[in-house]
């Protein structure tokens, strides 16, 4: 499917390409600037916080007896919602302010996790009488079309801090940032399951008080980092201004590099572990 696009990565030879150690320097002094730190901090935080319930999936397909073809068709419909929830935000909220957008859009994600506990408890079948997999369809559906709302600001931030002439470079170490995140919220999401029993006999014996605490906590989690929203600019324009004042730090570009190693140096470790217990 993918093969009609690879004509498109097909890398033109002739252009110009700066020197390795003047794109390095390019990217340091990127780093130490506050227009860069400073969101990034924020970008770091909220995707570590957005924690995500590693029992869900079991609970899924061993307490409510989901097959494979359902938790394939909520996945399938959660990426499209995403890429539903990225072109609205295009059409309706792209002249809106980064903080409010980030405001609500967290309060829904956290809503919707916290509609998980309708599964858990059963709500959704004795009294609401929503099937099981239309319930979790509509849960999964609208927070990954929030989620695609969310995604694209972040990346409009992205593109304005690359320094010209090191934008590849650049955009893929802010974009790593990001992800790595992401990363180690899955393996902190392994660390909180060990705090009770969430194992797949427990959901097979449908035993849930363990998953129900689980799933409170990561609600509860997500919304945090709004405490620190102050730290994403509230719109483009406010990034660009940003970024013209030219303030650095060195500690505060130390400080992203060291956290970003640090997060990649987590990950791997936690990777090799699981490979090797």
Known sequence: MLFPAAPALWERRGKPVRPVPDQVRDIWDMCQQKAVWKPMAFVYLYNIFQVPCAAW???????????????????????????????????????????????WTTVLVASFSLAQIALVTRFNATVLHVSDFWFSMGDDVLANYVTGVQWLPVCIMYIQLCPAGSEGASYALLTTYGNVAGAVSSALAGVLAGIWDVTNSAMAAHQYSGLLNLT????????????????????????????????????????????????????????LSAMFE
Not at 233 to 241: C, D, Q
Not at 253 to 268: D, E, K, P, Q
């Open 57 to 103: 999936q079991s609970f899924l397909q061993l307490g409510l007896g989901f097959p494979a073809w359902r938790l394939g068709l909520l996945s399938t419909a959660g990426a499209a919602m995403t890429f539903v929830g990225i072109l609205a935000f295009k059409k309706f909220f792209f002249q809106s302010s980064w903080r409010s957008l980030y405001l």
């Open 216 to 271: 409170i906590l990561t609600s509860i989690l997500g919304p945090m980092p709004l405490l620190i929203l102050w730290l994403l600019p509230k719109s483009s324009e406010e990034a660009r201004k940003l970024r013209d004042s030219k303030k650095k730090s060195k500690l505060g570009g130390f400080m992203f590099l060291l956290v970003l190693l640090l997060s990649l140096m987590y990950t791997t470790w936690d990777c």
